[in-house]
């Protein structure tokens, strides 16, 4: 009987302390789940990002704006892979054709750099039509094979059928890129008291169009055609018999991967004043998929961790004195890690933990 008293506290306590973890893991979830949350949250990411990665990291705020570039190719590309159940190994044709376009369009018709983030959005676009029109009549390794035949077309167009246009080998030169608005010097520096995180504006318009980019393909995932696009990687067949249009959702799902691809590709022909032919190579279709899975496949933040990674390994720890020249045995080690400890991906790998800290795995 003596026990009792202590027993009912101890029981008290931890009925407390479950409520106050349950409480976490609700609260935690319905603000993760409100779409201004995942603005808010983009925000200060790519706000804190080139102070971060510069001072601490080796960094420097060229990659910065690169790994946002390919974070926003990357987002794209997990909507056809992650949520629609469907591997591309052809969209460099989209990345690396949209930089083109943009990079013509500079030169001939208009500098503006919104207008030539347009231009390259909807090369982008009407390619995905064509190609996926195409490709999706087939489906598994064959739709896969299908899309890196159309990525190698291009690549060879470019070299030598439409070298009066790309410059062939040498990449396209004259990209010519005037002032945003007609009054923002795009590669000029920053007013404070943004000059205390960043110090050029072409990141803050990179940063500006990430934001966009995430907040858009948040509100694409949340809508019913994002329903319908899990569906289908759940369960084609099943998707099939309860009367939706499989293909017509596929080739929209592959079209809005396109688009994420030509906004990433013309700003990459913004960035850099240049775009190379490698753009439009098979390997650059690869470093997308492998950026995706390391971040996270169906995950919304997890591709921009893992073009991050990536282009870290890539750009950083490539300049190494001793561990440079095994850059590309250290990425595939991390992969073969990432891949067998987090098969979700590094934000998995961060969901896992943080369900950990506000109890959401045991309630």
Not at 47 to 69: D, E, H, K, S, W
Not at 82 to 98: E, I, R
Not at 128 to 141: H, K, N
Not at 278 to 302: C, D
Request: aromatic share 14%.
């Amino acid at each position: 009987m003596s026990d009792e008293p202590g027993d009912a506290t101890a029981t008290a306590a931890a009925d407390a302390e479950t409520e106050v973890t349950g409480g976490l893991a609700d609260r935690w979830a319905s603000f993760r789940d409100r779409e201004i949350s995942t603005v808010l949250l983009t925000v200060v990411g790519v706000a804190v990002f080139p102070f971060l990665f510069n001072n601490y990291l080796n960094g420097y705020t060229q990659l910065a704006t690169l790994v946002l570039i390919y974070g926003i190719f990357a987002v794209g590309f997990d909507i056809l892979l992650g949520y629609t159940g469907l591997l591309s190994f052809g969209h460099a044709v989209f990345f690396g054709g949209a930089a083109y376009a943009a990079g013509i369009f500079s030169a001939s018709v208009s500098s503006s750099p919104l207008l030539v983030l347009f231009a390259g959005t909807a090369f982008a676009v009407l390619m995905a039509w064509v190609v996926g029109f195409l490709s999706l009549r087939r489906g598994g390794i064959y739709f896969a094979i299908l899309t890196l035949t159309f990525g190698q077309m291009s690549f060879y167009l470019a070299a030598s059928p439409l070298a009066f246009l790309t410059n062939g080998e040498n990449g396209f030169t004259s990209v010519d890129i005037g002032s945003l608005l007609g009054v923002i010097d795009i590669h000029g520096g920053v007013p404070f008291p943004l000059s205390m995180l960043v110090d050029n504006m072409l990141y803050v318009f990179v940063a500006v169009m990430t934001v966009l980019s995430v907040a858009m393909a948040n509100r694409i995932l949340h809508s019913p055609y994002g329903t319908v696009f899990r569906a289908i990687r759940e369960n084609e067949r099943r998707a099939e018999f309860v009367g939706l249009d499989v293909w017509r959702y596929k080739l929209m799902a592959f079209i809005i991967s396109a688009a994420f691809a030509g906004i990433a590709g013309s700003l990459f022909a913004i960035e850099g004043n240049y775009v190379p032919l490698e753009s439009l190579y098979w390997t650059e279709s690869g470093r997308v998929v492998i950026m995706t899975v390391l971040g996270g496949v169906g995950s919304l933040f997890g591709p921009l961790f893992g073009a991050g990674l990536y282009l870290y390994i890539e750009n950083i720890v490539s300049g190494f004195e001793t561990l440079g020249p095994f850059w590309h045995l250290i990425l595939g080690i991390v992969f073969v890690v990432a891949v067998v400890l987090f098969p979700n991906g590094i934000w998995g790998g961060i969901d896992y933990l943080r369900d950990m800290v506000v109890g959401g795995e045991d309630e």
